[in-house]
């Protein structure tokens, strides 16, 4: 199975802050990568898919980059409702794996 | 507007069965791939598995070790998890999914296994 490490656990930052979340694969993926955003009591949303395409409807200021085993998701003037945990998900090979997930919370 | 509606969940002794189902609604069900992932209490996520559009081919997560099915019934565009033989470690939110790529997600059905 690809091995998704995701960092940083969990993630303090002030309104209006730019944050960046990363995770690395055990392997190559190739752009097979997602992230999704899931509020306290929701369930998960897709916010990028193929590492760097920004999902319908989500807002201007997520983005999503990387190659090979190292990606990042990038949220840029933090806003209230940002908080929530993150997840990565690698769908270049099965079994799809997801990161363990970050916490984002506000200072 | 694209929803996903789980049901079936509910507490299970150990060893037991319990079948889930998802129905969708606001797109062509027929058209999708269907998958089913679970959250854990500790709040991981895990891919179960997953299957095609008319139902003939399904993917599973080795960890499930041939204990759980998936089925669907496009004419009722309903997805099924059918589990069997559960075990503590199955305790969790149960989601179904569209896709690999989860562009939408149910509310979740909760399954909680325990004597």
């Known amino acids: 199975d690809i091995q998704m490490t995701q960092s940083p656990a969990s993630l303090s930052a002030s309104l209006g802050e730019t944050v960046t979340i990363e995770c690395r694969a055990s392997e190559d993926i190739y752009n097979g990568l997602a992230w999704y955003q899931q509020k306290p009591g929701k369930s998960p949303q897709l916010l990028i898919y193929?590492?760097?395409s920004l999902h319908t409807g989500v807002p201007s200021r997520f983005s999503g980059s990387g190659s090979g085993t190292q990606y990042s998701l990038k949220i840029n003037s933090l806003q209230s409702e940002d908080v929530a945990s993150y997840f990565c998900?690698?769908?270049?090979?099965?079994?799809?794996?997801f990161g363990a997930g970050t916490k984002l919370e506000l200072k | 507007e694209v929803q996903l509606v789980e049901s079936g969940g509910s507490l299970v002794q150990p060893g037991g069965s319990l079948k889930l189902s998802c129905v969708a609604s606001g797109f062509t069900f027929s058209n999708y791939w269907m998958d089913w992932v679970r959250q854990t209490p500790g709040k991981s996520l895990e891919w179960i598995g997953e299957i095609n559009t008319d139902g003939s081919k399904t993917n599973y997560a080795p960890s499930i070790k041939d204990r759980f099915t998936i089925s669907r019934d496009n004419a009722k565009s309903t997805l099924y998890l059918q589990m069997s033989n559960v075990k503590s470690d199955d305790t969790a939110i149960y989601y179904c999914?569209?896709?690999?790529?989860?562009?939408?997600w149910g509310q979740g059905a909760s399954v909680t296994v325990s004597s």
């Open positions: 193929n590492a760097n």
């Open positions: 998900q690698q769908y270049y090979n099965y079994p799809n794996t």
């Open positions: 999914t569209r896709s690999y790529v989860m562009d939408a």
